[in-house]
């Protein structure tokens, strides 16, 4: 085992400390042989994933697996990660409530912090109450589980995020998939569920992978239409769309009709933690029956502290929202104007198209060569042909950041002929 310690808190001079290799656990058996065979199959399906890993905070410039590189594929929106007033915050919260909080939220957990943190979401997102979960996987899927029951039907965009198809796998409820921002097919599975006790129509607000909006004014239409209840997970809008960042129901100017708001405190403001914000009495269902709320130990208070400095920030210091979507532009602009296929992202989220699964590992790597780090994203995430490195400029990067990357991207285009 090796230990990297930093004692200089600068990146040329880093002190090695070596410590002898120990072998762990002598097992006795060889029950997880299989483990081996499965991660080959893995690796001879190009699938096998490496941890990349950060020696420096999550910044708009880190050292990455050694090296230093512009960061250009965090959720870090905002800048929010490493900012100083949520070190603060976080600072000020150990010494005010300890470190942990020491049981589950239901039974010894919840501390006023806690409570604070759910009243100022609340009044952000301008819903009635708001209730959060460790984190967004566990928000979607406590939430469809304690929901949606066998005589009810789900409505699920085809490309909505893994934790939200977790929770509806959890569930005994019908599943019905429509085409990727189909309102057509929406429309036509409504009609078929008509025999449903409840219907849920889900969708993510701004689809992770391309980047597009779910088209929320109209399915909230077709929601009110066919008396269906509507999910929004606004994980890659909250902080990024609407006025102080409030996300795509403030949008598309929605309040009070989408009946669940979702949202992660993890990707613009910087924390961690996921969140469902709507009536009270769903607040107060969720409470009894989210098994993955129940079952969880509450957040440490520093972390709430910071995710509340989070929310206050992105509403009084409008810059960073502002250096997000401009940063964004430039970007965007410059990689259309060298002839990238960008696709039809309407957000932050950039993707580059660079076609089969084998080039978009071969751009990333390229990329990272040269000093920029953004992740390959190829099937099964994303169909076959459609394989990209996957952008997200962030507030916190300069026009330095910007332009050299720019730039790496013109040299490592050029020479792979993506223009
Ligand atoms: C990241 C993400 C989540 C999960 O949020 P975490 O807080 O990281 O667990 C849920 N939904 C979408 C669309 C996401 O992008």
């Not at 002898?20 to 199959?41: A, C, H």
């Not at 304690?146 to 005589?151: N, Q, S």
């Not at 965009?157 to 929770?167: K, P, R, T, V, W």
């Not at 989210?290 to 992105?314: D, G, K, N, W, Y």
Request: glycine letters at 8%; aromatic letters at 8%; hydrophobic letters at 40%.
């Amino acid at each position: 085992m090796r230990f990297l310690l930093d004692f200089t808190k600068s990146w040329e001079i880093f002190i090695y400390l070596e410590i002898p290799e120990v072998s762990w656990g002598n097992y006795v058996n060889n029950r997880t042989d299989f483990l081996k065979e499965m991660i080959q199959d893995l690796k001879d399906k190009n699938l096998f994933i490496e941890l990349p890993v950060l020696s420096t905070e999550q910044k708009n410039r880190v050292v990455l697996n050694g090296k230093e590189v512009i960061m250009m594929c965090s959720n870090n929106y905002l800048g929010f990660a490493n900012h100083p007033r949520l070190r603060a915050a976080a600072k000020e919260a150990i010494d005010c409530w300890g470190y942990g909080a020491g049981a589950v939220r239901q039974i010894a957990g919840t501390m006023e912090i806690h409570i604070k943190l759910e009243e100022m979401l609340a009044e952000y997102k301008r819903t009635e109450a708001a209730l959060v979960f460790v984190a967004g996987i566990a928000a979607n899927r406590g939430t469809i589980q304690a929901l949606m029951g066998e005589e009810d039907a789900i409505i699920s965009d085809e490309l909505n995020h893994g934790s939200i198809i977790d929770g509806v796998r959890l569930t005994k409820s019908r599943r019905m998939v429509y085409p990727h921002l189909n309102t057509e097919g929406l429309k036509k599975a409504l009609q078929e569920t008509k025999d449903a006790r409840r219907r849920l129509i889900i969708t993510d607000g701004v689809f992770s992978m391309d980047g597009d909006i779910a088209p929320l004014d109209r399915i909230v239409e077709l929601a009110e239409e066919y008396d269906a209840m509507v999910m929004v997970d606004d994980a890659h809008g909250d902080g990024v769309l609407g006025k102080d960042g409030r996300g795509i129901i403030d949008h598309f100017g929605l309040e009070g009709r989408v009946d669940i708001d979702m949202g992660t405190l993890s990707k613009a403001f910087g924390s961690l933690g996921g969140y469902i914000a709507g009536r009270q009495e769903l607040r107060e269902y969720l409470i009894n029956t989210a098994r993955s709320f129940i079952f969880t130990t509450a957040h440490p208070p520093c972390v709430t502290a910071a995710t509340m400095e989070a929310l206050r920030m992105v509403q009084d210091e409008p810059q960073h929202l502002r250096n997000l979507w401009d940063n964004t532009k430039y970007f965007k602009k410059a990689m259309g104007n060298m002839g990238f296929d960008i696709g039809r992202s309407q957000t932050p989220i950039t993707p580059v198209m660079a076609g089969e699964s084998r080039m978009a590992m071969d751009l990333s790597r390229q990329l990272f060569q040269e000093g920029l780090f953004a992740k390959p994203i190829v099937f099964p995430l994303v169909a076959k042909d459609k394989s990209r490195v996957r952008i997200i400029v962030t507030a916190q990067h300069t026009r330095e950041d910007l332009d050299e990357a720019i730039d790496i991207f013109e040299r490592v285009g050029k020479r792979m002929k993506l223009i």
